[in-house]
Structure formats: structure tokens, C-alpha cells
């Protein structure tokens, strides 16, 4: 059963980078054809993804989000991680990340609080 776990500051100020990274146990982040994402949840909204990993280290990211956006990863750690650039305010939010099999997000991190403020 493979397993998520989202770890970052839950604090960031505003203008900064948010630097978050999922730790991936019981399973490998380069096992064929998974792909690896960020999502988040603004508050009193719906979930908004922004962004994946493939196994093989290609990525693809929300339109709204490309320009601040980059997905990295870690094969020897086993990890993969998000950077999200000159956050603002309405950047707050709790931040997953997931896996998606199958055209299927089948497994998630319990998420992050996501704080920018000054």
C-alpha cells in the first residue's frame, strides 16, 4: 500500500517561493505509468490541481499556475516536490499530493496548511 506525506513551512510571506515535497513510501515514484501530482484546496473551494510528475520525470501543469510553477523529484529519496513562486495571499490553502493510476487519483497525502501572510 503505497503511502503520502506532504512536509513544507506552513508559513510563507507574500512575494515568496512555497516549497512543499511528498515523501513516497511503499512504492516507487518511477514504477510504470503513474503519474505523481500537487493539488490544493482553497478555502471554501473545490480542488484545484496544479500540476504533475510522470514516472519517467516528465511534467505538466495547470494553465492558470505554469508561469509559477515546477514540479521536481528525488528518485534516490523517493520524493517529488513543488515550488510555487511569488505566492500572494490567495495562495492559501491546504496543498496534497496524490497519485494518479488509471486515470484515477488512488492515493493522497493527509495535506498541508498553507499560510501566506506577512
Known amino acids: 500500500q503505497v503511502q503520502l506525506q506532504e512536509s513544507g513551512p506552513g508559513l510563507v510571506k507574500p512575494s515568496q517561493t512555497l516549497s512543499l515535497t511528498c515523501t513516497v513510501s511503499?512504492?516507487?515514484?518511477?514504477?510504470?505509468?503513474?503519474?505523481w501530482s500537487w493539488i490544493r484546496q482553497l478555502p471554501g473551494k473545490g480542488l484545484e490541481w496544479i500540476g504533475y510528475?510522470?514516472?519517467?520525470?516528465?511534467?505538466d501543469y495547470s494553465p492558470s499556475l505554469k508561469s509559477r510553477t515546477s514540479i521536481s523529484r528525488d528518485t534516490s529519496s523517493n520524493q517529488f516536490s513543488l515550488q510555487l513562486s511569488s505566492v500572494t495571499p490567495e495562495d492559501t490553502a491546504v496543498y496534497y499530493c496524490?497519485?494518479?493510476?488509471?486515470?484515477?487519483?488512488?492515493?493522497w497525502g493527509q495535506g498541508t496548511q498553507v499560510t501566506v501572510s506577512s
Open positions: 510528475i510522470t514516472y519517467n520525470g516528465n511534467t
Open positions: 496524490a497519485r494518479e493510476g488509471a486515470y484515477r487519483f488512488d492515493s
Open positions: 511503499g512504492g516507487s515514484i518511477t514504477t510504470d505509468f503513474y503519474y
